[in-house]
């Protein structure tokens, strides 16, 4: 015997289930994209709230500048940058104080008061107050820049 609703609730059913299944293997289609992609990419991930990421930032407020490790290819094309520890300046802020003192984007910083700029707390520590010399790497050329202190270079602004 042929019951019609119990026909119509069979169908019904094996759509839904059809349907499920759909749905099931698109997500784990998304899934795997999203793996791949993420798996392609070439991720290089610091936190800013690392140690040294919060002594960049430091560093950066104190001189008015912005410094970044400097990686061979970098140091190619600017024409210096002999050590791995060497810092390239990526920004300078306006009226602050690595721009009165002539601190250029591209400079590459090899002394800070004498010492290696890769040791940041003593970085840190000699431009925070006094006034400081930097020597830079110019394209190829040494040059000696004197950093003023703080409030000197408030004045200035």
Not at 35 to 50: I, K, T
Not at 84 to 96: L, N, R
Not at 149 to 154: E, F, G, K, T
């Amino acid at each position: 015997m042929d019951w019609p609703l119990i026909t119509h609730m069979s169908a019904a059913d094996q759509r839904r289930a059809s349907g499920n299944s759909v749905l099931v293997i698109v997500i784990i289609g998304a899934l795997i994209f999203g793996a791949l992609v993420f798996a392609a990419r070439q991720l290089h991930l610091e936190s800013p709230a690392s140690p040294h990421a919060r002594t960049l930032l430091k560093l950066d407020s104190t001189l008015g500048a912005t410094l970044e490790p400097l990686d061979a290819q970098s140091a190619r094309a600017l024409g210096g940058g002999s050590r791995v520890d060497e810092m390239v300046v990526t920004s300078v802020a306006a009226g602050g104080r690595a721009s009165v003192a002539g601190l250029r984007v591209g400079d590459v910083v090899e002394q800070v008061d004498g010492r290696d700029p890769a040791d940041l707390d003593a970085a840190i520590d000699a431009i925070s107050t006094d006034p400081t010399n930097i020597l830079v790497n110019r394209h190829g050329s040494q040059v000696s820049l004197n950093v003023p202190a703080a409030a000197r270079a408030v004045a200035r602004s």
